[in-house]
T-cell receptor, first 111, second 111 residues
């Protein structure tokens, strides 16, 4: 079982560049989430989705966009990367109010 | 919106000693509460969850947590720490469609 797969695992960007992180899950989960993890701040919710074609803002949505065109995929986009977006990004999926299944993370550095 | 506060960013115990990690939550509706563990360079794994059934919840690896509505707390305990318990622990709350995490507590176990 693949579970939740994130690509890429590492990425270095220059300020102002754009990129897309891909999250794919094979568990037929309705709910998908993007979090960022920074030292001393835990995981903060960026955006989430409760089903195909739906998205919603989390705690720290500014500077990010998301799309859920297919149930199994949840994309996170950075249109103009900033050094403050240097972080480890985790995707997760779940059934409603059930445990989250996490991907292995993407380490992003913005120079 | 729901939120979680974890008291103590670092906790250090001796091997064999009691582990107590504190979590307080705020929620406008009966919450679902979770504890996750993160080992270095890995994603998060579920330890246990509370979903309004029994107030004392048993999880994996000998951990348990007690839901106390009057104190809005969901503290995590383990009677006897093992070296392998060294990790970062996150409390999380789900009020509706999303899940919010605390800042985390890093547990160190001394031999």
């Amino acid at each position: 079982n693949a579970g939740v797969t994130q690509t890429p695992k590492f990425r270095v960007l220059k300020t102002g560049q754009s990129m897309t992180l891909l999250c794919a899950q094979d568990m037929n989960h309705e709910y998908m989430y993007w979090y960022r993890q920074d030292p001393g701040m835990g995981l903060r919710l960026i955006h989430y989705s409760v089903g195909e074609g739906t998205t919603a803002k989390g705690e720290v949505p500014d500077g990010y966009n998301v799309s859920r065109l297919k149930k199994q995929n949840f994309l996170l986009g950075l249109e103009s990367a900033a050094p403050s977006q240097t972080s480890v990004y985790f995707c997760a999926s779940s059934r409603r109010r059930e445990k989250l299944f996490f991907g292995s993370g993407t380490q992003l550095s913005v120079l | 919106a729901q939120s979680v506060t974890q008291l103590g960013s670092h906790v250090s115990v001796s091997e064999g000693a009691l582990v107590l990690l504190r979590c307080n939550y705020s929620s406008s509706v009966p919450p679902y509460l979770f504890w996750y563990v993160q080992y270095p360079n890995q994603g998060l794994q579920l330890l246990l969850k509370y979903t309004s059934a029994a107030t004392l919840v048993k999880g994996i690896n000998g951990f348990e947590a007690e839901f106390k509505k009057s104190e809005t707390s969901f503290h995590l305990t383990k009677p006897s720490a093992h070296m392998s318990d060294a990790a970062e622990y996150f409390c999380a709350v789900s009020e509706g469609n999303d899940m919010r995490f605390g800042a985390g507590t890093r547990l160190t176990v001394k031999p």
